[in-house]
């Protein structure tokens, strides 16, 4: 809700603007904060289980893809209102988490939690898969589908971790 006020008020403050909205940003870069998909290589690397809405669709989206799709939009549109700048998956947090550790190669325990069940510090809606075909019809850079999001996550994260100078 908080979200969307704020592009409400941006809206109602610059009627010309456009507003990028994307979800669950994630990044295996250096220096990228912790994430839902960071912590499920962490821990699954480590042995430790993972816990993970199952009741809660996202439609998340890399870092790098996201604001490439907004940059296209600021700078290269006229477009006005709100447009869906996220990945072009929209899955649960289990099945993300899932995917993830199928990428990495990485076995353990995602174990299934219902938001209901868990105290969280903001409410978070069940249903915020976002529709990103406006977006896919007008930029050239185009919503990753998650596969292809995780290879490209994939590498970040194997690149921060590989020697300087070591070959992939």
Same mark, same amino acid.
């Given at each position: 809700r908080? @979200?969307?006020? +704020? /592009?409400e ?7 010309d603007?456009?507003?990028? !909205?994307?979800a ?6 250096? +220096?990228? @904060? *912790?994430? $839902? ?5 962490? %821990?699954?690397? !480590?042995? /430790?289980?993972? %816990?993970? $809405?199952?009741?809660?669709v996202? *439609?998340?989206?890399?870092? =790098? ?5 907004? &940059?296209?939009?600021?700078? /290269? ?5 709100v ?14 988490? =899932?995917?993830v550790? !199928?990428? $990495?190669? &990485? ?17 978070r809606p &069940?249903?915020s ?11 050239r =850079? @185009?919503? &990753?589908?998650?596969? =292809?999001?995780l290879?490209? $996550?994939?590498?970040q994260?194997?690149? !921060?971790?590989?020697p ?5």
């Amino acid at each position: 809700r908080s @979200k969307r006020c +704020g /592009e409400e008020a941006a809206l109602l403050l610059a009627p010309d603007a456009a507003v990028a !909205r994307v979800a669950v940003v994630y990044s295996g870069r250096p +220096g990228a @904060k *912790s994430t $839902f998909a960071t912590q499920v290589v962490e %821990k699954l690397s !480590r042995g /430790e289980p993972v %816990k993970a $809405f199952s009741d809660q669709v996202v *439609s998340p989206t890399l870092a =790098e893809s996201g604001a490439a799709m907004t &940059l296209e939009l600021l700078l /290269e549109h006229d477009y006005r209102g709100v447009l869906h700048t996220a990945g072009a998956t929209a899955l649960s947090r289990v099945e993300m988490a =899932e995917r993830v550790a !199928r990428r $990495f190669g &990485l076995a353990g325990e995602i174990v299934p939690v219902r938001t209901a069940d868990v105290k969280l510090l903001a409410p978070r809606p &069940l249903r915020s898969g976002l529709r990103v075909d406006r977006a896919s019809a007008l930029l050239r =850079e @185009k919503p &990753l589908r998650v596969d =292809e999001a995780l290879d490209r $996550f994939f590498e970040q994260w194997s690149a !921060r971790t590989r020697p300087p100078g070591a070959s992939r």
